[in-house]
Structure formats: C-alpha cells, structure tokens
C-alpha cells in the first residue's frame, strides 16, 4: 500500500473534522457527567490487580 495522494489526504482530512463535529456533542455531555460522577478506584484497583496477579502466576 502507497502512499496517500494530495486529494486522499484532503478528504481524509475532511472526512475527520466531520466525525469530530458530529460526535462534539456527546463528547461534552460525556465529559460533564465524568466530572459528577463518583469515583470507584475498588472497581477499577481489583481486576487490574488479579490481571496483574494472574500474569505472574503464568509465568
């Protein structure tokens, strides 16, 4: 696979800032309910724990 040419490039370009534009929206809403939510540290410290815990068992 080559290289993009001028016009791939554009509307690639193009084709990004359109995505961006349409997924702003949710973005922001996603954001500002990130900011109230509680933390949950337990949920998150756990799986990656036994993740880590079972990765040295294998070893």
């Known amino acids: 696979m080559g290289t993009l040419s001028t016009w791939e490039s ?3 370009g193009v ?3 359109l ?3 349409w997924f ?3 973005i922001k809403a996603t954001l500002e ?3 109230h ?3 949950d540290w ?3 410290l756990l799986p990656l724990a036994a993740v880590v815990l079972f990765v ?3 070893t």
């Open 15 to 17: 084709m990004v800032l």
């Open 37 to 39: 939510a509680e933390k």
């Open 24 to 26: 702003r929206p949710g």
């Open 33 to 35: 309910r990130s900011r």
């Open 19 to 21: 995505v961006l534009f």
């Open 42 to 44: 337990p949920g998150l």
């Open 10 to 12: 554009l509307l690639l």
């Open 56 to 58: 040295i068992m294998l």
